[in-house]
């Protein structure tokens, strides 16, 4: 196990440049070459999105802002390392044939990108954060990139991962190389046949989903917004932390599963940026 006391600086507070592990093998992806040995940039999800489409999807996205895959009327949000495998899957007009292809090319474009993520990290293209030891240890530490090989993803909704010698990783978020900036994946060129398919097919056949409507479609969405805006009226001091515990406490849906405690937090500020739940009491 790596010595966090004596090689890793301690840091106290989330900074403003790191996002979710959910998030990150959207926004962070490396290839390996064969030769010269290295790595290298890896495609753009553009070129998963065209596999979709070959498989029979009608309307494909995969986006790095939500982390999300959007797939005809299909929503997913990874909730750990196999969640594609188990996916509540509305078909729409999707086929039989169809909806058969994807759920075999799903699982492979996800591995594929998650072994890009690890690439990054072993790289320097991006920096792994975490809280490490007790649970009452509230900083965070920068993970060395020796230490992400055989990184396994215990939960990328909650952020809990371990190394492959056993340390255990909460909290983890991830951010770009110390000299580069964080930027969304390059993107075909809009002049590329590609792009042109992609483009035509997402005007004629879905058009483009906004954000807003993902966060509109996610099964668990209405019951966190009724319980946020319940416990808020009953108990207005609460933080955003402590009132998505509060509705992790309180959850009673079987079918449907709660979201993890970064999600909860995240989608409470966004209902409060949003005007749609006050701001907590001081």
Known sequence: MFDIKENQPLILERKPDWVELRRAPFLFRAM??????????????????????????????????????????????????DYVLDLMVDCGDLDAAAGARLRKEMPSIWHEMYCEFLNALQSGQARLFARTGSVANTAFVEIPPDDTRGLMVTSWDDGRASTA????????????????????????????DIERELVSRRASEAGKKSGERRRANRLWVKI?????????????????????????????????KCPGHDTLVNHIAWMEKTGQLPKATR
């Open 32 to 81: 390996k070459l064969h030769y010269p040995h290295g790595f290298g940039e890896a495609g753009p999800l553009a070129d998963f999105e065209k596999r979709l489409y070959q498989s029979g999807a009608s309307f494909a996205e995969i986006d790095p802002d939500e982390g999300l895959f959007v797939i005809d009327a299909w929503e997913c949000e990874p909730q750990d390392s």
């Open 165 to 192: 010698d056993g340390e255990a990783l909460r909290s983890v978020y991830v951010a770009g190389p110390k000299s580069g900036r964080i930027s969304a994946p390059p993107r075909l060129s809009k002049s590329s």
């Open 224 to 256: 966190v917004e009724e319980f946020a805006r319940e416990i808020r009226e009953k108990q207005p001091s609460l933080s955003q932390s402590k009132l998505a515990e509060e509705i992790a406490v309180f959850w009673k849906s079987e079918e449907i």
